[in-house]
């Protein structure tokens, strides 16, 4: 998608990677960018709204485990903006110490969140079709045991996102759906992975993430955003140490059918 001029929603703008993108993709000459957060950086929206004056910058408060505030934030932004091209699902928390809390960030908020966006974008009832990027994570492509509910609610991500590409719904309502797996990014998120983990006894499991090598949130910023120009629908991209490799999965079951 050509990004000058366009209309974007960005969910978790003022997380890590998050902030990177807001400016990469002001950067880009989007015309309205609604940021949905949890809290407002009050000190970063005004900066930004200082070096992109042309753009319409502004913040939605909104809480992704609740469905009434998801469907409150998309009613305010489309209020402000009339239409929306981008959707970045990028909220997230690793902490396996709260099981439901984690699910609910992580997956569910996800799916209930493009449940509440579709029907504004749909091409079927006069929306304009458009794009979700969602943000998985390298443990969502493989199982990491020291943060076993984080790792499947991101499997949970990629599978839905896959689902959602298929071309029956793509030729139905003209949206196209980007999975994103970043690797280990220097953010908030990873700090202190052993404390985080499934199991205490096993902490180790995790805080070795801790001496892994990991790349900045710039770098994962700048190659989300060449993606949300580039991706294709049903596009499974990993973004590890600075660089993006598509991802291909065996077939590995279909469905027999009775004759
Ligand atoms: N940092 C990494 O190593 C890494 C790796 C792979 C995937 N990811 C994913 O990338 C995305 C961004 O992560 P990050 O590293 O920037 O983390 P971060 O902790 O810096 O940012 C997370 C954002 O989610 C928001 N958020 C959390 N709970 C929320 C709620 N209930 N309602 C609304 N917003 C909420 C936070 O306010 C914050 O803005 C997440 O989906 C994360 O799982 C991160």
């Known amino acids: 998608m050509e990004l000058s001029g366009k209309n974007v929603i960005y969910e978790g703008g003022f997380g ?8 990469e993709f002001l950067a880009k000459g ?9 809290k407002e950086n009050a000190e970063l929206l005004e900066s930004l709204q200082k070096s992109y004056p042309n753009a319409n910058i502004f913040f939605v408060q909104f809480d992704i485990t609740k469905k009434e505030s998801i469907a409150a934030a998309f009613e305010v932004a489309v209020e402000k903006m009339g239409h929306f091209d981008l959707l970045v699902h990028g909220c997230g928390m690793m902490d396996d110490n709260h099981v439901e809390l984690m699910i609910d960030i992580n997956f569910k908020g996800l799916v209930l969140s493009t449940f509440a966006a579709l029907p504004y974008m749909d091409k079927s009832t006069g929306g304009r079709g458009g794009v979700i990027i ?9 199982p990491l045991a020291g943060l076993s509910i984080y790792s499947a609610a991101k499997h949970g991500v990629t599978s839905f996102t ?9 030729e ?3 949206v196209s759906f980007i999975t994103i797996c970043p690797g280990i990014t220097e953010t908030e998120l990873v700090v202190n992975p052993g404390q985080k983990a499934t199991f205490a006894f096993a902490a180790i499991l995790a805080g070795c993430l801790d001496d892994a090598s990991r790349q900045s949130p710039k770098i994962c910023a700048q190659n989300l955003v060449k993606l949300a120009e580039t991706g294709k629908n049903g596009g499974v991209y990993m973004l ?6 598509k991802v291909t999965f065996p077939v590995m079951w279909t469905p027999v059918f009775k004759s």
């Open 16 to 23: 890590g990677i998050g902030q990177c993108c807001l400016k």
């Open 30 to 38: 989007v015309q309205n960018l609604a940021i949905f957060d949890l």
């Open 134 to 142: 969602n943000i998985s994570s390298v443990a969502g492509l493989e």
């Open 162 to 170: 896959r689902c959602m590409a298929h071309p029956r719904y793509l």
């Open 172 to 174: 139905h309502h003209g």
């Open 240 to 245: 590890d140490l600075g660089e993006i490799k």
